[in-house]
């Protein structure tokens, strides 16, 4: 991929201009590439939601689910522990197991 383009956020809003210009780059050749057979890859990319929408809203599920269970969110700990573990119930569990 070149320098720096490893990891999370690279096609989120940390990713550098460096990033983005490849990206982009990538993007208009499978656009050319596909374009005869009917296939538009920027629309397909514009309706798709980044990672990080897809981790939020599942945050804001899992804290949902554990609130419903008796736990509070006061000052937002809960939906930061959430965050901690990415969104995966069963490890908050488990570190709220631990913690009483």
């Known amino acids: 991929w070149g ?4 990891g999370p956020g690279v096609f989120g809003p940390q990713a550098s201009q460096d990033q983005r210009e490849v990206i982009q780059q990538l993007v208009q050749n499978a656009s050319a590439f596909l374009r005869p057979y009917g296939v538009s890859v920027s629309a397909h990319l514009e309706n798709q939601p980044t990672q990080q929408e897809d981790l939020e809203e599942k945050i804001a599920m899992v804290t949902e689910q554990l609130k419903a269970m008796g736990f509070d969110n006061d000052g937002g700990w809960l939906t930061e ?12 569990l488990e570190t709220l197991q631990w913690t009483n």
């Open 3 to 6: 320098r720096g383009c490893e």
């Open 81 to 92: 522990l959430i965050r901690t573990k990415n969104a995966d119930i069963n490890k908050v």
